[in-house]
């Protein structure tokens, strides 16, 4: 267990659907790194947040959202879904060792 | 031009054979540099983190980090068949920023 949690584990919905993903940092960590790893792409980086506050912006989609709640948990936000979305989301969380720690994924299927 | 290139491979093996991946990137305000080992699309877990040139030593892997060249390498010695991964370098300027991914290696450790 690397200590941070991610929910579900794997999603399969239809295109035009909405989705939530969910990723509970490590304890004590206050940033959170959102990644999106499909099969020709790599891990590539959407967004960031650190300690509620939106940091870094990478490739993200406008219609990709996410936030970061006082508990420092994160959301991130997939609307108007379409069949290039599926793909692994990672988040990850970062703390003062500069050791970034990864969570065990959300597989999103889109059909 | 992509940022950190890394060899794809698949790169095959026998067991017991020392293996060497490597990554070169551009962005000579990269500071610190890490290797993950991901096993079959999970979560990516950190191996090695190295921040001066030089070398690292861990058990049977060692990281190699050369910035005038900015070049890095992993080294595994004596391979098994359980090191059969993919394996992404991952390199950040500091501050918490984001990592930045190669596009990883896979490795397949035969008996």
């Known amino acids: 267990d690397s200590g941070v949690t991610q929910t579900p584990k794997h999603l399969i919905t239809a295109t035009g659907q909405r989705v939530t993903l969910r990723c509970s940092p490590r304890?004590?960590?206050?940033?959170v790194y959102w990644y999106q790893q499909s099969l020709d792409q790599g891990l590539q980086f959407l967004i960031q947040?650190?300690?509620?506050?939106?940091?870094a912006k990478g490739n993200i989609l406008e219609r990709f959202s996410a936030q970061q709640f006082p508990d420092l948990h994160s959301e991130l936000n997939l609307s108007s879904l379409e069949l290039g979305d599926s793909a692994l989301y990672f988040c990850a969380s970062h703390g003062h060792d500069y050791g970034y720690t990864f969570g065990s994924g959300t597989r999103l299927t889109v059909v | 031009q992509k940022e950190v290139e890394q060899d794809p491979g698949p790169l095959s093996v026998p067991e017991g054979a020392i293996v060497s991946l490597n990554c070169t990137y551009s962005?000579?305000?990269?500071?610190?540099f890490m290797w993950y080992r991901q096993y079959s699309r999970k979560g990516p877990e950190l191996l090695m983190y190295?921040?001066?040139?030089g070398n690292k030593e861990d058990g049977r892997f060692t990281a190699q980090v050369d910035k005038s060249s900015k070049y890095i390498s992993l080294f595994i010695r004596d391979s098994q068949p359980s090191d059969s991964a993919t394996y992404l370098c991952a390199m950040f300027t500091g501050g918490g920023n984001k990592l930045t991914f190669g596009t990883g290696t896979q490795l397949k450790v035969e008996l």
């Open positions: 962005n000579s305000a990269f500071q610190y």
């Open positions: 947040y650190y300690n509620g506050e939106e940091r």
């Open positions: 304890s004590g960590d206050l940033s």
């Open positions: 190295t921040y001066s040139s």
